[in-house]
T-cell receptor
Framework: EPEVTQTPSHQVTQMGQEVILRCVPISNHLYFYWYRQILGQKVEFLVSFYNNEISEKSEIFDDQFSVERPDGSNFTLKIRSTKLEDSAMYFC???????????FGNGTRLTVT | AQKVTQAQTEISVVEKEDVTLDCVYETRDTTYYLFWYKQPPSGELVFLIRRNSFDEQNEISGRYSWNFQKSTSSFNFTITASQVVDSAVYFCALSEYSSGTYKYIFGTGTRLKVLA
């Protein structure tokens, strides 16, 4: 069964550094998402992306965050200048259409030191 | 505002016991979806079930069953004859439609510990 693939599984970075989290959604999916889960807490919506543009973003998704689908297969989340509070598990998700369930990747654990 | 409440933070049961995880939601949408996801210790989110707001039929899948009651805005999840491998955090989620797409509102999760 096709899967959403995220790399790396764990990323450690220093405060103030830029980080790019990578995702390969399922190939025939059209809607893409990033969610975040701070350790031990609930899963929170960051951003949705469709037709090469952001559909919606949450309050968490400020100017330090950006998303891109550079080549038709990858979907990336960039954090320009990481803060300690950005430490979390980041999940990428995709779906074929608006009525289908989201398929989540295994997540990237980001640790900002 | 959309909201999902999982009042049980943590539940411990002994293997082979039945356990029910509660989920209560709030929404003003007339069409919505409800979901359950499992998050094992390895951290990934595993899709378990999706329910359409127009389909109140209960569903059973092996040892898992779901009870959707629109009248009480609840979507509870029962595991029958629990096993140690069921130990995980379980999240209930509600879809919210906006800007041409659905996004999910997750509850805070219930940590289930099944003891041998």
């Amino acid at each position: 069964e096709p899967e959403v693939t995220q790399t790396p599984s764990h990323q450690v970075t220093q405060m103030g550094q830029e980080v790019i989290l990578r995702c390969v959604p399922i190939s025939n999916h059209l809607y893409f998402y990033w969610y975040r889960q701070i350790l031990g807490q609930k899963v929170e919506f960051l951003v949705s992306f469709y037709n090469n543009e952001i559909s919606e973003k949450s309050e968490i998704f400020d100017d330090q965050f950006s998303v891109e689908r550079p080549d038709g297969s990858n979907f990336t989340l960039k954090i320009r200048s990481t803060k300690l509070e950005d430490s979390a598990m980041y999940f990428c998700a995709s779906t074929r259409d608006r009525d289908s369930p989201l398929h989540f990747g295994n997540g990237t654990r980001l640790t900002v030191t | 505002a959309q909201k999902v409440t999982q009042a049980q933070t943590e539940i411990s049961v002994v293997e082979k016991e039945d356990v029910t995880l509660d989920c209560v939601y709030e929404t003003r949408d007339t069409t919505y979806y409800l979901f359950w996801y499992k998050q094992p210790p390895s951290g990934e989110l595993v899709f378990l079930i999706r329910r359409n707001s127009f389909d109140e039929q209960n569903e059973i899948s092996g040892r898992y069953s779901w009870n959707f009651q629109k009248s009480t805005s609840s979507f509870n999840f029962t595991i029958t004859a629990s096993q140690v491998v069921d130990s995980a955090v379980y999240f209930c989620a509600l879809s919210e439609y906006s800007s041409g797409t659905y996004k999910y509102i997750f509850g805070t999760g219930t940590r289930l510990k099944v003891l041998a």
